[in-house]
């Protein structure tokens, strides 16, 4: 019987962990059974520390006293107020309650959603440069879910992402969500400097340590103290030097280059990369141990190719910017742009859609930006990218067409009706997906199920 009731247990906790928001699951007695990583995020509170304890004593809130009236009548609610985490930060949450029962035993399930993007509008507000949070698409509204956790969690952070889509603009959001904000955001770019120039910047050195060291210098990671340190290019970082990342990762401790006596920071750090690290420690360009330290906590900003409308959100924002840097009254793009900004694949991403939108606001003397005002190489990269296509399609056409219908699979069916589809609508995603009855993000899904994307 115990065997079992620990396997549930488990499975309980895997089911807790799973859930993105600070979920505790408490006895009949209204004491601590577990909490996720999420609520010890949020609270400050580690769960083996807090088992067996009553609630009031994790979840400080101003509505604890209708808190427990309710729990006692009511199987599922909601309710909204304030918690103190152990750090006395006043955190502003939506608590939803519910009882789960199983003939005599009793239990409940808590799950805490932080509020305070949401109460404090002025965040999402163009001036705080958040341009990466403008946008619904699913990937997006994800981070904006998430930005809370990431925020009021001390864990080591890995941003991953294509060149262009906002990496570093996060992980400066994040630090200006966090209890850290006020102080120091120190930015450290792993790719740009040579070892021996990076492990002097990083870590810093004493008078004497070499050649040209004529007086004390302190490294980025003790400016960083009390703060933020942001290591952007982790997968550039010279092999001899993660080993000293590591190490000081374990300790926040580390000895300057020259130097005999330890240094002791409290820094958060936050690392971001374009590579594959995973791939890079199969190949031996990156440590196994480091990676497992640095992927604590991770997040995929996605390229601005798979973010939809997105897209036109973004260009509008830009408009509205340039427009206004260069006192110019431009009302829009035309339609045509609109279908040409949506095609476009933006190997640079937001970066990119940006540096489109402020020279098109340059070349602009109308108050309409129409094709003649866009860069030159957006229709020739379209072009060249439907020629591709009709090539690849021509070829998965010739090759069904030679095969007998009764031999065929449903999905090879359904790869032939999207063939077919594309073929008709030349290539026309949007217009294909109609055709097929689909919401173009299934079409784009079954694309890639079927190696056409």
């Not at 509204?141 to 809370?148: G, H, N, S, T, V």
């Not at 120190?186 to 008078?207: D, Q, T």
């Not at 210098?217 to 400016?223: A, E, R, V």
Request: glycine share 6%; hydrophobic share 40%.
């Amino acid at each position: 019987m115990k065997a079992k009731y620990n396997e549930s247990f488990i499975k309980i906790k895997d089911i807790l962990e799973a859930i993105p928001y600070g979920t505790a699951f408490l006895d009949e007695n209204f004491r601590v059974v577990f909490i996720n990583s999420f609520l010890e995020a949020l609270t400050g509170y580690k769960s083996e520390e807090v088992k067996g304890l009553d609630i009031n004593q994790i979840i400080k809130t101003n509505v604890f006293k209708e808190l427990i009236a309710r729990l006692r009548k009511e199987e599922k609610f909601s309710i909204e107020g304030d918690i103190i985490n152990v750090h006395r930060r006043k955190i502003p949450v939506k608590i939803t309650v519910t009882s789960l029962s199983q003939g005599k035993n009793r239990w409940f399930m808590l799950v805490l959603e932080d509020l305070s993007l949401l109460k404090d509008k002025s965040l999402f507000l163009p001036q705080f440069g958040m341009d990466f949070i403008l946008g619904n698409s699913p990937a997006i509204l994800k981070i904006k879910e998430m930005l809370p956790i990431f925020a009021n969690s001390n864990a080591t952070l890995l941003i991953e992402g294509e060149t262009g889509t906002g990496k570093d603009l996060l992980a400066e959001v994040i630090h200006k969500l966090s209890p850290r904000a006020n102080h120091p955001f120190i930015k450290v770019n792993c790719g740009a400097l040579p070892e021996p120039l990076l492990e002097s910047e990083l870590f810093g050195h004493v008078k004497g340590a070499f050649t040209g060291a004529n007086a004390d210098k302190p490294g980025m990671i003790k400016l960083a103290n009390g703060g933020t340190l942001f290591l952007t290019e982790i997968g550039d970082l010279p092999f001899t030097l993660q080993v000293k990342l590591l190490t000081f990762l374990d300790d926040k401790e580390f000895y300057p280059l020259g130097s005999s006596q330890k240094v002791k920071v409290d820094v958060r750090v936050i690392v971001a990369t374009n590579k594959n690290l995973r791939q890079m420690v199969k190949e031996g360009k990156f440590r196994e141990d480091l990676f497992y330290r640095l992927n604590v906590l991770k997040v995929q900003l996605p390229p601005l190719r798979e973010r939809g409308d997105d897209i036109l959100i973004l260009a509008d924002y830009f408009l509205k910017e340039f427009s206004e840097k260069a006192h110019k009254k431009i009302k829009g793009f035309s339609e045509q742009v609109l279908k040409v900004l949506r095609s476009y694949k933006y190997p640079g991403n937001i970066r990119e859609l940006k540096n489109i939108v402020e020279y098109a606001v340059h070349v602009c003397s109308d108050e309409l930006i129409t094709e003649k005002h866009l860069p030159e190489y957006l229709f020739t990269a379209i072009k060249e990218e439907e020629e591709d296509q009709q090539q690849t399609l021509a070829k998965d056409w010739s090759a069904i067409r030679t095969q007998k219908i009764e031999s065929f699979t449903w999905a090879e069916i359904e790869k032939k009706r999207i063939i077919d589809a594309l073929t008709s609508c030349r290539g026309k995603k949007t217009e294909a997906a109609k055709m097929l009855g689909w919401a173009r993000s299934t079409l784009w899904r079954k694309l890639k199920k079927y190696g056409l994307a």
